[in-house]
Each structure stands twice: as structure tokens, then as C-alpha cells.
């Protein structure tokens, strides 16, 4: 366990000693106080990992403590003791937080678990308090708070409610399904998110897959089939890679959008369909157009809404949220405690172009939960290719826009970037960011809500 900072109060000088010895002995640093006054004074002062406190005591006793750090909103664990135990003031320390109980005398041993146990739980209870607030300052099914999916997620919100065909453009691995099954999900239609990728199946067999045949339309056809269009009809069908699609089924796809029918291959009656068209490529639509992978009038009818989904290194903020998510995630499946990114592969991850997107990251954070074994993913554990970019193009090498040199526009910028850089070494806990930064943690708030971090 990593070294913590915790706080003894008691009013035996001799009980202290003893406690401060023994918990040094584990690797932590030990702080004292005769009282709870002293107590709180220091806390007001430092970041404390745990408090370890007697009952009885002059001045301000454990209870009135426990009170104290309530009423200022402190969260610090806190474990009582105490050789005048009853249940009358054991449920009263519970109540105000305490979050273990020992009786005196007491072996050493008793105490030294009671500390183990007690900082293995608030660090998971840290970890997971930090995944939740980050996430769920996504939308959705979506991870991340950069501007540029803020600006996707309010798009999403202003397509969904419509009947409006959208065209979503993005580099492979950003998350261009995702997008569409927002985008259904927030619709209100009833009918089924039916997807198909036009590039995984082969060309004969997407006209059957689109629109379905009946039996004996062609050698094969030992039964009716239903398409994945009228499994569609009153819901969505997201149409991936469209591009890729045949320009003859290009044209039947069009007719079935100007006429809103369907035909069964080998079938002479029409089927009418209710359908919402989300339809994507990795390509720019318009080049395809010109190169004669996409029908124009098609792109027409499909571009009513233009989706552009950001590209991972475009997503300033995010990479740290999506980190931590996908190494919780593989971790839990593995049956393993998350193991924490390191600065330098934090720093690797920043510098590095991500081709793939954000699939490459979730794929490598899996490679990482699979092979680390010391609790703390360091840069080591990268594929190479990380290290040789973050060596080629350092980050934050852009040059300074035109403009843009006034003084404090500059410094605050710079500081921004050392306060993020803080929060993500320290997994967002301020008072250990605010040491790292060399500030109050007070000066980190107002920080973080002058800049509206």
C-alpha cells in the first residue's frame, strides 16, 4: 500500500509515541495532536489520509470532532477508540462517520488492521466517487466533457426528436454507431435500431440482407426472409459504411426512400416501411461523391443532418476520463483491483495520434489491465509506437497563434494546462493536486471556478 498521511489524537502523549511508531513502521507519515482542536487546526492546514482518535479527551473529546469535520464537510475516515466503550457512544460515533471502532487496550495488530482496512476502502471508494463524476459528466452512453463533444451531444439532442435521414462523418473508431444509437434512443420511435455494416457483407448477399426475399427466388432461397429495412420500418436502420455499398443498390435504397416501399427479391408485392436512415463513413461523403463511391442524389436525400464525430486527439480533456474508464472496465472483468496510469504514460497517451480512435485506446487500456501486476500502469507497458511518436512530436508543441501573446492570456493558459496536468496525476483529488501545484487547495477551487473547470 502506497505511503498516506494520518493523524493520531490523543491526549497521552505515550499512547501517540506508540501509535506513531508502529504505523511508521507500515510506511506511513504520522502527524499528532493532543486534542481535537488540535486536531482540526491541522486539517484545516494539511491533507489527511485518516484520523486515528481517542474518545475521552480535554478540550474537544472524539465525538465533538467527529461533529466538527461534519459540519465543515469533511470527508477524512476517521477510526475511535476508546476504553470506555458503550453502545450508547459507539452508534454515536458510527453516525457522525466513523468508520471503525476499537476498544482499549488493544494489540497493536488490532490497530495496524483496522488502518490497512480502513485506506484499502478509501481508495476504492476514491477510485470509483472519481470514475462516476467523470463519466456521468458524459451523456449517455458517451465518455467525455471536451467542448467538442459537448457540441455532438447538443446536436444529438436537436436531431433525435425529428424524422430528419442523418449523415454521420468520423475516422474509424470515434464512435460513429454509438452516435446512432443516441440518436434512435432519444427519437421516441418505437421500432427497432437495426444495424448493418454495408463493408462486412459481401456484395451478393446485401441486396437479401437490405430487402429480404421469398422462398425459391434464387438457388438457396429455401424460405421467406425478412430484410433488415422492414425490420426497420418504425425505428432506425443505421446504414455503416455506406460508401461501400453497390451504386445499383444505391438506386433501390433511394427508391425506398422517395417511395417509402419495400420489395422482397423475387417478390411482386410491395411492403410499405416507415423508415429513419442514419447512414456513415469513414470518408469524406462529398470526395466519395466525386469519386464515384457514393450516388449524389442518394448523399442528398441521407445528408439532411452532417453528424461530424471528433477525432480522439481532437477531444482536449478527455483522454484521462476514457483512460481510467476502459482500465476499470477490463480490471473488473478480470476480477482485479484498477490499476493507476502513470504521469509518463499518461504523458505518452496525450502525445500520441490515436489512428484508431478512441477503439485503439480501449484496446490498448485492455492490453495494460491484462499485463500490470504492480498496481500502476507505467509508460513501459506501452506498445512501442507510443514511445517513438511521443519522442518525434511532443506535445504542446504547436506554435503560438498570431495574436495571442498578451501576458496573462498566456499565463493563464499555462496554468489551466498545470492544473489539469495536477488532477490527472493525482486522480482528482484536490488536496493532493493542490500539493503537487504548491498551493492551497483553497487557491486550487478558486482556480477551478474562475477558469470553469
Known amino acids: ?30 502527524l499528532e495532536a493532543g486534542d481535537g482542536m488540535e486536531a482540526l487546526a ?15 479527551m480535554p478540550r474537544m473529546d472524539g465525538i465533538a470532532l467527529l461533529e466538527a469535520l461534519r459540519e465543515r464537510s469533511q470527508d ?10 458503550t453502545i450508547e457512544t ?15 487496550p488493544f494489540e497493536m495488530e488490532t490497530v ?6 480502513a485506506l484499502a476502502m478509501q481508495a476504492v471508494q476514491r477510485e470509483n466517487y472519481y470514475l462516476r463524476e467523470e463519466i456521468s459528466r458524459g451523456w449517455g452512453e458517451f465518455i467525455g466533457v471536451s467542448p467538442a463533444m459537448q457540441a455532438l451531444y447538443e446536436l444529438i439532442r436537436q436531431v433525435a426528436p425529428t424524422r430528419s435521414n442523418a449523415f454521420i462523418v468520423g475516422e474509424t473508431g470515434t464512435g460513429k ?25 459481401p456484395t451478393e448477399l446485401l441486396e437479401t440482407e437490405l430487402f429480404g426475399h421469398v422462398k425459391g427466388a434464387f438457388t438457396g432461397a429455401l424460405r421467406d426472409r425478412v430484410g433488415k429495412c422492414e425490420l426497420a420500418s418504425g425505428g432506425t436502420i443505421f446504414l455503416d459504411e455506406i460508401t461501400e455499398m453497390p451504386s445499383s443498390l444505391q438506386a433501390k435504397l433511394l427508391r425506398v426512400l422517395q417511395e417509402g416501399r419495400i420489395e422482397r427479391l423475387g417478390a411482386n408485392a410491395a411492403i410499405p416501411v416507415d423508415l429513419r436512415v442514419v447512414a456513415a463513413t469513414n470518408r469524406e461523403p462529398l470526395e466519395a461523391v466525386e469519386a464515384g463511391l457514393l450516388r449524389r442524389d442518394l448523399y442528398f436525400r441521407l445528408n439532411v443532418v452532417r453528424i461530424d464525430v471528433p477525432r480522439l486527439r481532437d477531444r482536449q480533456g478527455d483522454m484521462t476520463i476514457l483512460a481510467n474508464h476502459f482500465l476499470n472496465k477490463y480490471s473488473l472483468e478480470l476480477g482485479r483491483a484498477t490499476p493507476r496510469l502513470s ?10 495520434d490515436w489512428p484508431g480512435n478512441v477503439r485503439e485506446l480501449e484496446n490498448l487500456m485492455e492490453r495494460a489491465a491484462v499485463l500490470c501486476r504492480d498496481g500502476e500502469v507505467g509508460a513501459t507497458l506501452l506498445p512501442a509506437e507510443l514511445s517513438r ?20 492570456d498566456r499565463v493563464e493558459s499555462l496554468e489551466r494546462q498545470l492544473i489539469e496536468a495536477a488532477l490527472a496525476r493525482s486522480d482528482n483529488n484536490k488536496a493532493a493536486a493542490a500539493r503537487l501545484l504548491g498551493v492551497s487547495e483553497r487557491t486550487l477551487w478558486y482556480k477551478l471556478k474562475t477558469y470553469q473547470m
Not at 477524512?76 to 470506555?84: D, E, G
Not at 460515533?93 to 476499537?102: F, P, T
Not at 518525434?392 to 496573462?408: C, I
Open 76 to 85: 477524512v475516515p476517521v477510526i475511535v477508540m476508546t476504553a470506555y466503550a
Open 112 to 117: 495496524e488492521m483496522a488502518v490497512t482496512r
Open 343 to 352: 504521469a509518463r504514460a499518461l504523458e505518452r497517451l496525450e502525445a500520441y
Open 177 to 201: 454507431e454509438l452516435v446512432a444509437r443516441a440518436i434512435h434512443q432519444a427519437s421516441g420511435r418505437q421500432g427497432l435500431f437495426v444495424p448493418i455494416n454495408c463493408a462486412a457483407i
Open 42 to 56: 491541522i486539517i484545516e492546514q494539511q491533507s489527511i489520509d485518516l484520523v486515528l482518535t481517542d474518545l475521552r
Open 389 to 408: 511518436e511521443a519522442t518525434a512530436s511532443p506535445p504542446h508543441a504547436a506554435p503560438v497563434p498570431e495574436g495571442s501573446l498578451a501576458l496573462k
Open 90 to 104: 459507539a452508534v454515536a460515533a458510527m453516525k457522525l462517520g466513523a468508520i471503525d471502532y476499537i476498544i482499549r
Open 1 to 30: 500500500m502506497n505511503a498516506r498521511r494520518i493523524l493520531v489524537v490523543d491526549n497521552e502523549a505515550k499512547m501517540r509515541r506508540i501509535l506513531e511508531l508502529s504505523l511508521k513502521s507500515l510506511g506511513h507519515d504520522v
